[in-house]
């Protein structure tokens, strides 16, 4: 597991923006405010799964388990961070690497249950879209 999140991070989001000028728009409260609202108003909130947002294997799966309708787990979610930040590490870690300790975590957190996190992904995913979105546009 990435022992720091230092190595992850949006590259090509950060490569495409002046930094420096999204600095200073940071010390604007009006600019932070709006983005929060923005945020909060989000549709990666109320996503709704369908199965054609998955690959065939994790479609049926999701089938059968009843999952779409299912609100997200929290441990799950936690997990899902974890792999993202692997993958967003430059350069990235894949998700076999990183397993015995998200299991050792998980352990020391009294989870036992195996979670699989497509949905929760999914979810990442669509939200850091919607985020670099609502940067760019204001």
């Known amino acids: 597991m990435p022992h720091s999140s230092v190595c992850s991070g949006q590259w090509e989001f950060w490569d495409s923006i002046d930094f420096f000028d999204f600095r200073e728009k940071l010390k604007n409260k ?16 109320k996503i709704k799964f369908e199965p ?11 089938v059968k388990e009843k ?3 299912k609100k997200l787990s929290p441990e799950a979610m936690i997990k899902a961070i974890i792999i993202r930040m692997g993958e967003l590490a430059k350069p990235s870690i894949n998700y076999e690497i990183i397993d015995f300790s998200i299991r050792s975590f998980f352990t020391y957190l009294g989870v036992k249950q195996y979670m699989r996190v497509d949905r929760e992904i999914l979810f990442l ?13 204001i």
């Open 125 to 137: 995913r669509t939200l850091e879209e919607e985020i670099k979105k609502i940067l760019t546009k």
């Open 52 to 62: 054609d947002m998955f690959p065939l294997i994790v479609k049926r799966r999701l």
């Open 67 to 69: 999952a779409f309708n």
């Open 30 to 45: 009006e600019f932070v405010f709006d983005f929060r609202e923005k945020i909060a108003e989000s549709k990666a909130w």
